[in-house]
């Protein structure tokens, strides 16, 4: 997803643009925010006009974009593959890890979001998954997907979801069926869920790292709830400097490396424990996370992955090649390195027996018959086994899938065949007459945010985006219109026109420069008060780069309180 060079250009960008954009991730991370909130924006040593050309910029430059409500107005955001880019260049963190003497394990990692998904689909494969004329699934096809699935109730608590018929899918079956949907790996069609065979091959062909990669992406996007603080605890938490199996305190305050001006109060910078706790929940019941607690009952996790490594990796197709192991006893021993298409064909004629480093599934009689109905015959079984097993078949097993063969046909099973070739044959050309490249390459594919089960907490991004962009003149103020002296000329005014510059620049948005106790300063206006005549602003010394000079201090400022003074309008 990132890149070194990504990095290097958000650090790269002009001075204005990089104050504005490090503004903005701070205080709004990915959430949208409306010209209101534009014009609001108090950057550091910046005044409005200034903010609002360097804003521009941005869009043009992609690291901002736009889409259009109903009515005409627009609403902003920093688009969510950007998000990882700006914490690693902006948010400065401090990766001390703990002990692991001093960390009691409360909760291990389950076995993997990708693992739920790809048994849910395996049972999609073997078995028609009908909806009830509401448009939901079957009772039983819920139960039967919570007996499939690792992930857990609990994993998810705390989340606070918005989905339909919440009544009937609990929360953890409604992100599996969420995740499929949004994926395109399934969809529903005619009453039934179904199989989107392009987009299995495709799925299939990755290995489990591309997954989960994908996956936690897919989760970042659309499960975090409308909260800056939230967000940006969620890409701390994946921050470069995190080691896998290292554990850290779950972190709970906002990446915001800057203070405020002085005088500003501070603000909506804190993450509750328990939204923090939720969220590495949910990490923990995906496979990705372990949770710990410390002697005094602080919350730690660590990675079970290398977290950097994860979230940079480019969704490269699987390049297992090791065969599986049939036992006597007709066990089906899967090594991890097994890609994931041969696993995916054996899973669909076994039943599963365990899931682990190794994934054993079990050859039975019924699981034969069952893949025979769904368009896999005993022959073609056999002939799969045949190429993939690394020490053959043992005489048994292929003594038994003749026999169940036999009884196969004269079992009369001559009805229509439900899935024909629902199985994917492993030796699909992934792209070959296929639609384009694998469509997993990309973390932002699928585009739509409403494609999917869950109502994302970024409902904007259901809108059509607007590119168009304002013209430069419309942000300048005309200068045909101020006296030309006022931006010229460092000076004196009469106390009226002194007054007047101010209330002018506060219109316009702009910074003058005054003098202050015999010191040439910038001060950028804020808001004016006439029952006494009083003016607020931030004011800055211009020659000082010191981190408490650069901050500005808001003052108050009332005639008279300034002698020289100069407009300045970039």
């Not at 300063?521 to 607020?536: C, D, G, N, T, V």
Request: net charge negative; aromatic share 8%; charged share 25%.
């Amino acid at each position: 997803m990132m890149e070194q060079q990504d990095v290097t250009e958000a650090i790269s960008l002009d001075l204005k643009e990089r104050s504005v954009l490090q503004h903005i991730w701070t205080r709004f991370a990915g959430q949208r925010f409306d010209d209101d909130k534009l014009r609001s924006l108090r950057v550091r040593r910046l005044s409005g006009v200034e903010v609002q050309l360097a804003f521009l910029s941005l869009r043009q430059q992609r690291w901002v974009q736009a889409v259009k409500q109903g009515w005409g107005e627009r609403l902003y955001f920093i688009p969510f593959d950007k998000l990882q880019i700006l914490q690693e260049a902006f948010g400065d963190l401090e990766a001390g890890s703990v002990p692991v003497a001093a960390v009691k394990l409360q909760q291990e990692g389950r076995s993997g979001i990708a693992v739920d998904m790809f048994n849910v689909l395996v049972y999609m494969a073997k078995n028609r998954v009908t909806m009830t004329g509401k448009g939901v699934l079957h009772k039983k096809f819920i139960q039967k997907l919570g007996s499939v699935v690792g992930l857990t109730p609990s994993d998810v608590e705390g989340l606070a979801l918005q989905y339909d018929h919440a009544d009937v899918y609990p929360p953890h079956i409604a992100i599996v069926l969420d995740l499929l949907f949004s994926l395109e790996l399934v969809a529903l069609e005619q009453g039934e869920l179904k199989l989107n065979r392009t987009a299995l091959r495709h799925w299939l062909a990755l290995s489990r790292e591309a997954m989960d990669r994908l996956v936690l992406l897919r989760m970042m996007q659309r499960y975090v709830p409308g909260s800056a603080e939230y967000q940006h605890f969620t890409w701390r938490i994946c921050h470069s400097s995190r080691i896998g199996g290292m554990w850290y305190y779950a972190q709970r305050l906002s990446a915001n490396d800057k203070a405020p001006l002085k005088g500003e109060p501070l603000s909506g910078r804190a993450l509750s424990a328990e939204d923090a706790a939720s969220w590495l929940r949910l990490l923990t019941g995906c496979g990705y996370t372990d949770l710990g607690m410390d002697h005094d009952g602080q919350l730690l996790f660590r990675w079970r992955m290398d977290p950097c490594s994860l979230l940079s990796g480019s969704g490269q197709d699987n390049t297992g090649s090791s065969g599986l192991f049939i036992q006597p006893d007709f066990d089906i021993l899967i090594p991890p390195d097994v890609p994931y298409t041969v696993k995916f064909t054996a899973a669909c004629c076994t039943e599963r027996f365990s899931d682990d480093v190794m994934t054993v599934y079990r050859l039975t009689r019924d699981s034969v018959f069952q893949a025979a109905i769904a368009g896999m015959g005993p022959e073609a079984i056999t002939a799969f086994f045949t190429e993939h097993a690394a020490a053959g078949i043992p005489e048994n097993v292929h003594a038994a899938l003749r026999q169940w063969g036999k009884e196969f046909e004269s079992a009369g099973k001559n009805e229509p065949l439900r899935y024909t070739g629902a199985v994917p044959n492993d030796k699909t050309a992934i792209g070959a007459g296929d639609e384009g490249d694998n469509r997993y390459a990309s973390p932002g594919y699928p585009g739509s945010a409403s494609c999917g089960l869950i109502r994302p907490a970024r409902s904007e991004l259901a809108l059509e985006l607007d590119d168009s962009l304002p013209d430069k003149a419309s942000i300048v103020p005309d200068l045909n219109r101020i006296p030309i002296m006022w931006t010229r000329d460092w000076r004196s005014y009469h106390g009226s026109t002194a007054k007047q510059m101010m209330e002018q620049a506060l219109e316009l948005s702009a910074k003058l420069e005054i003098a202050v106790d015999g010191s040439r300063m910038e001060f950028i206006p804020f808001q004016l008060e006439r029952q006494p005549w009083k003016i607020s602003g931030a004011l800055y010394d211009p020659d000082s780069d010191s981190d408490s000079e650069m901050t500005g201090t808001v003052v108050q400022l009332g005639e008279g309180e300034w002698r020289e003074m100069r407009l300045v309008i970039p």
